[in-house]
């Protein structure tokens, strides 16, 4: 079991080391840490402690966060991890759903089975055929709850991906509402579990990222700090304007520059250009650091890895202000919905005819 000094909860939520603020928070243990005794809170406090003081509050209704790019190696897999390991941290009921066939969330996220030392290759290969994804619910052969793989975190559950997501994505192709699958299927029945359902899907286009991207209510799209992301960014907004146009919906799309070189000039003003004139942008960017790809290599988010640095101020504003976009977006769609019923509830009671604006 993990377990946490007072410090480093202060640092997770951004507590600025105020003993005031911990102290009506008894921790739960006491280590001996070589010549002394040290207080130490366990998970489950430190998930009391982020509901009460943390900076990501509970959405007002469950909320889907979809992370795609047509790009990869550009902090997608690491976001969506950072997200939903702060959230979970927080006390939010979290879900990841993995899309991307490489299983780069799952493999981050340490569910699958763990080969033993002494384990032969059958051994290790029947633990893995037992892992469910998503494939099992369209076959039939199992129900959502069953996909469910727990992580380090109460609260926070993988549905992991598995090698047929290749042959789903070809299987929905001949289906009425195939745009509509994942959102009917498997994340209704997610809402009435989670509170936040993260989608990490694949840098390519695919009837998987058509069917994600139905069933969000925001997309979060990473934008590398380099020329090739640069030049490329005009294509990318074309093809999700002429897909929201096609689709009839209106997808909020939060972009989070990333990887920018801090002693390089132009990757510097390639960040300062995303900021200045795209409309709903983080305030910071993401620097390139090892950092980063060392919290991935241990399945924690950043804030859990590093106490301090330059990287950890820039993700703690970058999360805070996906998580402010989450609640906010949450609310408004509550308030939309409480309009859509009491439209609905006037039509049957007038025999107006009404037609629902929501997908």
């Not at 209704?188 to 998987?208: E, G, Q, T, V, Y």
């Not at 996906?322 to 009671?349: F, M, P």
Request: aromatic share 8%; proline share 4%; hydrophobic share 40%.
């Amino acid at each position: 079991m993990q377990h946490f000094t007072p410090k480093k909860v202060s640092q997770l939520f951004s507590l600025n080391n105020d003993p005031m603020i911990l102290s009506e928070f008894k921790p739960s243990t006491r280590q001996k840490q070589g010549l002394f005794e040290k207080d130490l809170f366990t998970i489950d406090d430190v998930q009391k402690i982020g509901e009460c003081k943390g900076f990501f509050k509970r959405p007002q209704r469950p909320m889907v966060m979809t992370f795609f790019t047509t790009k990869g190696g550009v902090f997608k897999t690491t976001l969506a991890l950072n997200v939903a390991r702060m959230s979970a941290l927080h006390n939010i009921r979290t879900c990841i759903v993995g899309l991307d066939v490489q299983g780069d969330i799952t493999l981050a996220m340490g569910v699958l089975p763990q080969e033993s030392e002494e384990g032969e290759i059958n051994d290790v290969l029947n633990r893995y055929d037992e892992v469910k994804g998503i494939y099992d619910i369209f076959t039939g052969r199992s129900q959502v709850s069953q996909l469910l793989l727990d992580s380090d975190i109460p609260g926070l559950k993988v549905i992991p991906e598995t090698p047929e997501l290749v042959a789903m994505a070809d299987a929905i192709a001949g289906m009425n509402r195939r745009e509509y699958w994942l959102k009917e299927k498997v994340i209704a029945p997610l809402k009435l579990m989670f509170d936040l359902i993260i989608i990490d899907c694949s840098p390519n286009w695919n009837r998987l990222t058509t069917n994600a991207l139905m069933a969000s209510d925001i997309l979060v799209s990473p934008l590398e700090c380099k020329i090739n992301n640069f030049r490329n960014l005009k294509i990318y907004r074309r093809m999700l304007e002429e897909f929201q146009n096609d689709m009839q919906i209106d997808l909020p799309v939060l972009f989070v520059p990333t990887r920018y070189a801090a002693n390089k000039k132009l990757s510097c003003d390639i960040r300062d250009w995303y900021q200045s004139n795209l409309e709903q942008v983080s305030p910071v960017g993401i620097r390139e650091s090892t950092a980063v790809e060392e919290s991935m290599a241990l399945r924690v988010s950043l804030l859990e890895h590093r106490a301090s640095g330059e990287i950890l101020c820039e993700m703690k504003q970058v999360l805070s202000w996906l998580a402010s976009e989450c609640l906010s977006r949450s609310e408004d769609v509550t308030n939309i919905n409480s309009l859509d019923g009491q439209a609905s509830s006037l039509a049957k009671k007038t025999g107006i005819s009404y037609q629902s604006q929501l997908l």
